[in-house]
């Protein structure tokens, strides 16, 4: 059975002023299912009437098969100067690391002793290969609505030299180290205020990691750790093997203060 939506005879019900409005009432037949009623009442109602947009819909059921829906209408209120919106992802990012956390097995066939190496991935004659794992990467974005004044040639190139940089100092709740920004995308809305989007990623801080026999190994979320494998003799397997023998951390970023941004901290 399809799901029907008629506009009731009491619909329309208007105002007019600075916040003109008008609510529609309609009857949803054909479901019992509240989720299918919400959705055909929306599919089969327009997302703008009389030059008003639909901001808002209500529904409640009345028989088994029947609903009572309404949509409001109201006036679209763009962001105003001052006004802020954030958005964020937690899809992660990608690392390539030779390491493991801890071996958890090592099988090997009748007689022979397996090399031991330390946590060591993909370890070869000459290389070790390592693996790509995901890690966390917290992906946010603000969008600002800044005053047309503000937004001078010194500014703009201030979000240009802060590009590919690392907070400093806390950042959003986070701790200096955490927080590269990726750069900003601005355009201006009439000659009043500009709409400018600031793109941020997040990577922890991380302390007391261990690496083979390494240990109390500190990295910034931003900075790259690397590994120095050499030839050390395995007197069980009786052959040499690549162990890591030191493990360095680079800072790869600089660091800024991020009140330069000028949307706080």
């Keep these: 059975m399809s799901v029907t939506v008629t506009e009731k005879w009491d619909s329309r019900e208007q105002s007019a002023g600075e916040q003109p409005s008008v609510d529609r009432r309609f ?49 679209f209120e763009p962001p105003q100067t001052g006004d802020s919106s954030y958005s964020f992802d937690t899809g992660g990012g990608t690392q390539h690391i030779t390491q493991s956390l801890g ?11 397996p090399p031991n190496f330390r946590g060591g991935i993909g370890v070869t004659k000459d290389s070790v290969e390592g693996v790509d794992i995901a890690i966390p990467v917290y992906n946010f974005a603000e969008t600002h609505y800044i ?9 703009k190139a201030a979000l240009f030299y802060l590009t590919g940089t690392v907070n400093n100092g806390p950042f ?17 809305r009439g000659r009043e205020d500009w709409e400018i989007a600031y793109r941020f990623a997040a990577s922890p801080n991380v302390q007391g990691l261990q690496v083979g026999s390494m240990t109390g190994i500190a990295k910034r979320g931003w900075d790259y750790l ?40």
């Design 226 to 265: 690397w590994i120095r494998y050499a030839d050390v003799e395995d007197p069980d397997a009786k052959m040499l093997v690549k162990r890591p023998l030191s493990v360095y951390v680079e800072q790869v970023y600089p660091y800024t203060n991020f009140a330069g941004l000028g949307i706080g901290v």
């Design 172 to 188: 959003r709740g986070f701790s200096a180290g955490e927080v590269l920004f990726l750069g900003a995308a601005g355009s201006i």
């Design 103 to 113: 071996t958890v097995g090592v099988w090997a066939a009748p007689g022979v002793f």
């Design 27 to 75: 009857l949803v037949v054909g479901t019992s299912d509240d989720i299918e009623a919400h959705s055909e009442l929306i599919a089969q109602t327009p997302a703008i009437y009389a030059g008003l947009v639909r901001q808002s819909t209500h529904l409640e059921r009345i028989a088994e098969n029947a609903w009572e829906g309404s949509v409001r209408y109201g006036k």
């Design 147 to 155: 005053d047309a004044a503000l937004v001078t040639g010194a500014y």
